[in-house]
């Protein structure tokens, strides 16, 4: 019996061993404390991210967001990392506001409801959440025209591929996802007509063995340019193994893949951060749909990689250049489709078609 | 020749099938034991994390290949110990390895000031043959053309089958699944023979999630195995419990994973089934090799260890 007892008793240290140690690492909480006194408490501004920000993508590029708002602002910033998507991010967000957290970011799309329930529960707070479409009094939503660096990266690929077929691993066919893929193939049909891009969809933002595989299938359908959409890596070290080039995606990825890296539309977050870190500190804030792009510097591309030629370079900037001025536009209205008929560009924000040059289909 | 779409579809499929042989391969060892480890997902990311990691600080993959057996077989002690000395539910027991270890590799992963997370891999795993044979039609790709632990991983299927067969220590391993009572009986240890074979089972499980971050995707990067470990307790179903069966299960389950691309390139008409559908190709197979193998008097011949998941008791009959 007694033995019985202390059997038990162990198996209950056990579990509450495992449980703390998987809830330990599910909700890692970092505080960065920045530098400088200047009086009163520092304002506290919170983020809130779906993947650990050291995965060098995504969450990645809005930590580095951060460190920035960090840098330039006496501000107290809480970070939550690898929080799930749904119902139970509301419990997250609300803890956040009850812990004094005047501004808080959500950085992926699927936070969007629950914060909506909770800015409502939590008025006197700002929530800003990205990618999503949904506001209220004091929630306001922002993201950037990715599309535009798109464009640019797909010029660097029209320019590397000797096939003429361009892999595209793509995530979900979703508004977000064919615009970038549309964008990129404008960009690969400026300096190269006769080149086409196929398009694979896995359905998955993150899973890199099978987004390996997706971009080992195009390889293998004899494409010799990768460009992809998730926040792994993975298609490009396939594209470096199978001596191909590689678009990526988010951030400066080099290091994965030195010789294939041509280069990226990457995201620069810091200085939407930091304005919008003021606006509330000062009590200007109001609730927007911010759509933030080239010209305002939320948007980039990133260095590029040796492979890339001058006159490739020289391109890409002058094109750049007429982006950031405005003198043009990614996609041209009226905009040919796959099937080669013309018709009016309409609402980007719904975009549900390929354009001309895209192989694969817009539904999935 | 060798660029056609079939040997390509093979080979990718042989590369994706390998860390699932031997996951399951260990996890026939364990089930074969008599003790059900539903922990193999937590395993496998335990395995992936240490062996990345020590390949990490001292570029040795052989270093790598033996820090993941290790931790495996370290790790799936836990399982023994609550499945066979406590005597737990081992479907509980099981399902809180695999959430302890997921969260254990994770926090592993981005521990300390410079963190395993976002970095490449020191060394990986190539073609241990470039050229030469490996460029033969058909068989060159086939047979040659594969890394290390391709071959490891046939050695590793036939050993077991070997060993669990032909072996008297394996016909202990059998019988301690089949009727632990008579086993003791018979002057076998039972929990000696579970903590062994639960532990090696483990150690294989390791070995198969070290793959990923070694070979098929070169990077520390969270969760880096998918979900190989669940696939691998199904495969052990879909192989009846015999090695030799999981080798060709596994492959099975790597073309499924890699057809869902590779038609999606082939143009019309296959380029019109939604991909959302092809992406469930290696789940809905998995259902329907369950379904027809475990339904109706098949599943008297399937070989599922008649002790499996019951907690033995040495006093109790």
Known sequence: MRTGNLRRFIALLLALAMVAAACGSDEGTETTEAGGETGGDPMKVAFVHVSPVADKGWSWAHDQGAQYLAANMDVDITTLEAIPEGSDSQRVFEDLAAAGNELIFGTSFGYMEPMLAAAANFPDVTFMHATGFMSSDNMGNYFGAAEEGRYLTGIAAGAATQ?????????????????????????????????????????????????????????DANADVIAMHQDSAAPGQAAEAAGAKWVGYNTDMTEFAETAWLTAPVWDWGPFYLTTAQQVADGSWQSEAYYGNMADGMVDIAPFGPSVSDETRATIEERKAQII????????????????????????????YFVEGVIGSPTG | MNDSQLILTIVAAVGLGTPLIFATVGEIITERAGILNLGVQGTMLVGAVAGFWATFQS??????????????????????????TLRVSQIVSGLALTIFGTGLASFLGKAGSDPLVGEPARDQFDSIISGGIADWPIIGPLVFGHDILVYVAWIAAGAASYYLFRTRMGLSLRAVGEDPASAESAGVNVAWVR????????????LGGAYYPLALVPTWQDNPIGAAGWIAIA??????WRPWRALFAAYLFGAAARIQFTLQTLGEPWSNIPATILAMIPFVLAIIAMIALTSGKRARFLGAPAALGIPYFREQR
């Open chain 1, 163 to 219: 096939t003429n077929l361009i892999g595209y691993v793509a995530a979900f066919p979703i508004p977000e996802v064919l615009r970038g893929i549309n964008a990129f193939t404008l960009g690969v049909q400026e300096v190269n007509p006769d080149a086409e891009v196929q398009v694979v969809w896995t359905s998955t933002w993150f899973d890199p063995p099978l987004e390996s595989t997706a971009a080992q299938s195009l390889l």
């Open chain 1, 325 to 352: 001025d405005g003198s043009f536009s990614v996609f041209p209205d009226p905009i040919v489709d796959q099937d080669g008929t013309s018709r009016e560009l309409g609402d980007i924000f719904g975009m549900d």
């Open chain 2, 59 to 84: 570029g040795s993959l052989t270093l790598g290949i033996v820090a993941s057996l290790l931790a495996g077989a370290a790790f799936s002690l836990i399982h023994a110990f609550a499945s066979i």
């Open chain 2, 195 to 206: 903590y062994v074979h639960v532990m090696a089972g483990g150690a294989l499980a390791g």
């Open chain 2, 235 to 240: 495969l052990v179903i879909l192989a009846s």
